[in-house]
């Protein structure tokens, strides 16, 4: 929807403030957070980890399913080698289908759930910022203003998720390309659209004297 942001300074130039690390800010699963096990370290038990930008590994959205994998985004570090290696892991991903009916992100979840170590590494961020849903997306209305596109913020993309099931998938394509095309005008071509809309509101008042002429004529 908006190709002119960066992504270095629509997210990663202020981690701190466009992300966060305490999932109870928005817990749609309502995970347990943080942890209580008596064995665990202060990081573990802590929920935002060390609170700092620089510990972060993975970012994710959540929308009203819990954690969405539509656009997320991995540091290259020790950890996420790790995390990848058990993420994609046939006995996570592939033995579970059957439990997992989102496969790789319900396998995050578990991860995310039940490995101690897994989240003083991952900040979510609000969905809007890299993962905006159309109405029929978490609720057919579309009015949700933590998940669903809001054209007056300018959201940076628009994901059309599930509109295979029931829904116009080019349809709603073609409505936010055109969107974005006319939202993302350069100067000359608002202007061109502001004359044109001046004397689109002028016609109907020069039909309208030309229509009493006709009839003064007449009469």
């Known amino acids: 929807m908006e190709p002119t942001y960066s992504l270095q300074s629509h997210i990663f130039s202020s981690l701190t403030s466009t992300t966060y690390r305490d999932i109870n800010t928005y817990n749609p699963l309502n995970i347990t957070h943080p942890l209580s096990l008596p064995y665990l370290d202060p990081l573990s038990l802590s929920p935002s980890g060390d609170n700092s930008s620089s510990s972060i590994n993975l970012i994710i959205p959540q929308d009203c399913s819990g954690f969405n994998l539509g656009s997320f985004f991995m540091r290259r570090s020790v950890w996420s080698d790790r995390i990848m290696d058990l ?3 046939p006995v996570w991903y592939e033995q579970k289908h059957m439990e997992w009916e989102h496969k790789e992100q319900d396998s995050l979840e578990y991860m995310y759930i ?9 900040a979510f961020i609000p969905q809007r910022k890299v993962n905006s849903f159309p109405p029929g997306a978490c609720g057919d209305a579309g009015d949700d203003p933590r998940v669903h596109y809001q054209e007056r ?8 998720a599930g509109c295979e099931w029931g829904r116009d998938c080019w349809g709603e394509m073609y409505k936010y390309r055109q969107l974005s095309n006319w939202l993302n005008r350069s100067r000359w071509e608002k202007f061109k659209d502001w004359v044109g809309d001046l004397f689109t509101r002028k016609e109907p008042e020069v039909i309208s004297e030309e229509s009493k002429s006709e009839e003064n004529q007449g009469t």
């Open 153 to 160: 913020d300018r959201d940076f993309l628009v994901n059309m």
């Open 114 to 122: 039940h490995q101690p170590w897994v989240r003083p590494h991952v």
């Open 87 to 89: 993420w994609w892991d």
